[in-house]
C-alpha cells in the first residue's frame, strides 16, 4: 500500500469509527430522552387520577384523601427515581466513578425515602379509617409492597457500606457486584409489576372502568407508560453498544464479564448498571 493510500484508509476508519460512535451516543442519549418523557408522563397522569379523579390529596385530617398520595409518592419514588439511579453508570459514564456512586446513592436515598412517605401514608389511610381501622397487609399487592420496601432499603445499606463506606476490598467489592446488580434490576422488576398491582386493586374499587370512560383511559395510560418506562430502563441497562469505555484513572472499575471471567478490566466498557 502506497503511503497516500494508507493515509487515506487510516483517516476513512477514524471518520467510520467516529460516526460509529456518535451515533451510539446519540441511540443512547435519544433512548434516556424517550425515558425521562414517558416517566414524567405517567407522573401526570397518576396525579390527575388521583388529584381529579379520586378525590385529590390530604394527610392525617382525611385518610381517604391522604391514601391517594401513596400511588403518587410510589410512583415518583421506586419508579422513575428508581428507574434512573440505576441509569446513572450509563448517562455519565465520562464522569469521575466516586461522583457517580455518590450520585447513584443520594437518588436511591431520596427515592426510598419519598417510597416510605408513600407507605406512611397508606398505613394511616387504613388505621385512621372512620368508624373504626380497615386491617393492615390484606392482598397479595400489600405483601409483595412492603418485601420490595424491605429488600430495597436491605441493598441500600449492603451498596453503601460495600462501595461508598467504610468500603469494601477490592476482592470483596467484585465478588459482591453481580449480587448488587442482580438484585438492584430484580427490585425494579418488582415495584413495575406491583404498581400493575395496585393500580388494577384501587381502580377497581374506584369502578374506575364502569363510571366515566376518561377515568378508565388515565389508569389505562398511566399503566401503559409505567410498562413502556420499564422497558426503556431495561433496554439502555442491557444494549451493550450504550456501554463506553471507562474513562482514564477509574482505578475500581469492574464489569459483570471479567467479574465472571476473573479478568483484570483494563480494556473494560462501562458495566451494565455499575457498583
Ligand atoms: C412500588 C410501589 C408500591 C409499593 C411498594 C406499595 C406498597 C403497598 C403496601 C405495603 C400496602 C399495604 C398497606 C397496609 O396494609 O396498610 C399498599 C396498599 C395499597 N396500595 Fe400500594 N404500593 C405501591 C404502589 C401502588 C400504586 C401505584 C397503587 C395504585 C395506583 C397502589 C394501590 C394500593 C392500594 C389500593 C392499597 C390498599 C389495599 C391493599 O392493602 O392492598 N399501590 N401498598
Request: glycine share 8%; hydrophobic share 50%; proline share 3%.
Amino acid at each position: 500500500m502506497s503511503q497516500e493510500s494508507s493515509w487515506s484508509w487510516i483517516q476513512d476508519s477514524i471518520t467510520e469509527d467516529l460516526i460509529e460512535d456518535l451515533i451510539e451516543d446519540l441511540g443512547a442519549r435519544v433512548f434516556v430522552i424517550l425515558a425521562q418523557l414517558i416517566g414524567l408522563t405517567s407522573l401526570i397522569f397518576v396525579g390527575i387520577w388521583m388529584g381529579s379523579y379520586a378525590g385529590g390529596f390530604a394527610w392525617q385530617s382525611d385518610p381517604d384523601l391522604e391514601f391517594n398520595l401513596h400511588p403518587l409518592l410510589m410512583t415518583i419514588g421506586i419508579i422513575f427515581l428508581y428507574g434512573n439511579s440505576i441509569l446513572v453508570y450509563r448517562v455519565f459514564s465520562d464522569v469521575q466513578k466516586l461522583k457517580v456512586k455518590i450520585l447513584h446513592a443520594t437518588l436511591l436515598a431520596l427515592s426510598l425515602i419519598i417510597g416510605s412517605v408513600g407507605l406512611k401514608a397508606v398505613f394511616d389511610s387504613h388505621n385512621l379509617a372512620k368508624p373504626k381501622p380497615h386491617a393492615n397487609l390484606q392482598s397479595l399487592h400489600s405483601w409483595v409492597g412492603l418485601g420490595i420496601v424491605i429488600l430495597f432499603g436491605l441493598q441500600w445499606l449492603c451498596g453503601f457500606i460495600s462501595f461508598l463506606y467504610p468500603k469494601l476490598s477490592k476482592e470483596a467489592r467484585s465478588f459482591y457486584l453481580p449480587t448488587h446488580k442482580f438484585w438492584g434490576i430484580t427490585i425494579f422488576f418488582l415495584a413495575v409489576a406491583n404498581v400493575l398491582m395496585g393500580t388494577m386493586e384501587y381502580a377497581t374499587e374506584l369502578n374506575a372502568f364502569s363510571t366515566y370512560k376518561s377515568h378508565g383511559i388515565i389508569v389505562n395510560v398511566f399503566g401503559i407508560c409505567i410498562i413502556l418506562f420499564a422497558i426503556l430502563i431495561i433496554y439502555i441497562l442491557t444494549e451493550r453498544s450504550f456501554e463506553r469505555v471507562k474513562p482514564d484513572g477509574d482505578d475500581d472499575h469492574i464489569t459483570l464479564m471479567n467479574v465472571r471471567n476473573g479478568l483484570n478490566d483494563d480494556e473494560s466498557r462501562t458495566p451494565l448498571m455499575d457498583e
